[in-house]
């Protein structure tokens, strides 16, 4: 198939995968998918299928779907698509190409998802993002141990992401409110980024035009969480909220209680919106965050549409399970040796 005479609006990409606790990683990878195309299909393999390839998935895969349909690269998400990358689907999507990392992913006989693809000359490559995963993530989940307890150290200070501007630029469109414009307010730590955080800020956008969140840094997040709070250090989960096609702008940093600098620095702020059945505590000196707005009568608390997902449930879910998820990883490691070996031998026949 040639592709060099087709306008790139007209090419449609395919990717497929686990999108299991869809991240970061997950996200920039879907972003350069799109860049490569007009149009960027998405297959979200199922949990039977996963199983057998990967071993359990943390989130179920309704809750997957609909992370990764809220993507803001995302143009439609095929759900159930095959675990072994086929072009009967890809044309069935009308898809010009398959797009994928620059790692190997295999089959549960070790052999290539992508290789059928990879044969017929309609498979292009993407960087991958190095420094997150979602079993790195699950083995920061796993460390919330007692010794990590009585130390009060924040999981997210293990993350071996390297933050760089160039990422955030990446993932920032820039978009400014406009004059006329009713801006939105929410904060919050946003750890794990999930299916609840999105139907919540789904439901804030739909309060104006242009949606601006707070995210804490990562010192507040711990001192009003405690235990090992955040999983996911700042940047990590910037990234995350930025991607989410319900977001406008972020605030890096934001404070826990609302300010008048807040309301009105970087833009002129209409409501500020809480989660009804979201718990708030005071901040750290005692404050209540949204006194101001509540004075200004610009505070509202909305009802998101009713689930059970929390950052809370996601880490029970690892805890619970606990010997279940460090067999996982301990094949899921193993499996990656296999896979990077792979990897060399490609490379060194491509030299």
Not at 54 to 82: F, I, L, Q, S
Not at 309 to 332: F, G, M, P, Q, V
Request: hydrophobic content about 35%.
């Amino acid at each position: 198939m040639d592709l060099n005479n087709k306008p790139k609006k007209d090419i449609r990409i395919w990717v497929d995968g686990c999108f299991d606790m869809m991240h970061f990683g997950h996200a920039n990878a879907l972003r350069q998918a799109k860049e490569m195309g007009g149009f960027l299909v998405v297959g979200v393999h199922s949990d039977a299928d996963i199983l057998i390839n990967k071993g359990p998935t943390v989130m179920k895969e309704e809750e997957r779907y609909a992370a990764v349909a809220a993507c803001k690269w995302v143009d439609e998400v095929v759900p159930n698509a095959p675990y072994l990358t086929s072009l009967e689907w890809m044309d069935k999507y009308n898809c010009d190409v398959c797009v994928h990392g620059d790692d190997i992913t295999t089959m549960a006989d070790g052999s290539d998802c992508y290789q059928a693809v990879k044969d017929a000359g309609r498979y292009w490559e993407c960087k991958r993002t190095q420094g997150v995963s979602t079993t790195e993530l699950v083995g920061r989940m796993l460390l919330m141990s007692s010794d990590h307890l009585r130390k009060q150290q924040h999981a997210a200070s293990t993350s071996p992401f390297l933050p760089t501007s160039q990422k955030i630029v990446q993932f920032s469109e820039g978009k400014e409110a406009q004059s006329g414009d009713r801006v939105v307010y929410v904060d919050g730590a946003f750890d794990l980024f999930h299916i609840g955080h999105i139907e919540f800020l789904k439901k804030a956008k739909e309060e104006g035009d242009y949606l601006l969140v707070g995210v804490h840094d990562d010192d507040v997040v711990n001192k009003i969480m405690g235990s090992n709070f955040p999983i996911m250090n700042l940047h990590e989960r910037v990234l995350s909220v930025l991607q989410c096609k319900y977001v406008d702008e972020v605030i890096i940093g934001a404070p826990y209680t609302v300010t008048k600098d807040v309301l009105h620095k970087i833009a002129k702020v209409a409501i500020v919106c809480h989660e009804k059945s979201v718990a708030c505590e005071n901040d750290v000196d005692g404050r209540e965050p949204y006194l101001l707005p509540k004075e200004l009568g610009i505070y509202k608390e909305i009802e998101a549409p009713s689930n059970d997902i929390s950052t809370e449930t996601i880490i029970d879910r690892i805890i619970e399970n606990r010997k279940l998820y460090e067999a996982r990883n301990k094949r899921k490691l193993e499996k990656a040796a296999l896979e990077d070996k792979m990897l060399e031998e490609r490379d060194k026949d491509r030299q």
